[in-house]
Every structure is written in structure tokens, then in C-alpha cells.
């Protein structure tokens, strides 16, 4: 059975760091791809960034430079590094497995987790 558990949302003001945490169990963690995706509420999912099996990496326009995504296949654990954190950045993170690495098809994840909420005060 596949499970993916996120951790480390909070709230932190405007400028802030936070680093999520996505420990993987059940599924071969090194295919296809992996990545994060969040929601604000009245809004739709949206892809922040992913992590190919090949290493490779991409990243939403409106993240690119303050955000990094990395893999420790060792520990299972999938991270988003999320630096110069802004208002507009307050969603409920979701980490997604088995998919094409199409920041605009979260469809295409077969699994995801429960969520973890990230809240940034101005």
C-alpha cells in the first residue's frame, strides 16, 4: 500500500523559510515522478515543482529562485525547500507520486498525501 506523509507546514511571516518533508513507503521510489502541488482555498491545484527519476527538475513560474525541490532516495523523502516565502505562497501542500512530471496535469499523479498547511502573514 502506497502512503505518502507530508510535514513541516506553518505559519511564518512574510520572508520566512519553511522545508516539507514527504516520507514515500509503498510505491517504487525512484520511478516516474514525484512532486509538490498546493491549493488555496477558492482557487484550483496548481503545480509548484517536480523531481524526475532522472534527477531532473522543474518549477512554477511564480517559485523559480526562492523554491528547491530534492529527493533522498536513502530515506524516501521527497523536500521542498521554500525560501523568501510571500502571502500569495498560503496553500495547503500536497505531495504527489507516480506521475509525467506535468506541472499542469496533477491528474496524471496516482497517489498523493494528506496535505500540509502553509500559512504566510504579511
Known sequence: QVQLVESGGDSVQAGGSLRLSCAASGLTYSSRCMGW????PGKEREGVATFDS???????????GRFTISKDNA?????LQMNSLKPEDT???????????DLSDYDDFNYWGQGTQVTVSS
Open 37 to 40: 502541488f498546493r491549493q488555496a
Open 75 to 79: 530515506k524516501n523523502t521527497l523536500y
Open 91 to 101: 496553500a495547503m501542500y500536497y505531495c504527489a507520486a507516480d506521475g509525467g512530471c
Open 54 to 64: 532522472d534527477g531532473s527538475t522543474s518549477y512554477a513560474d511564480s517559485v523559480k
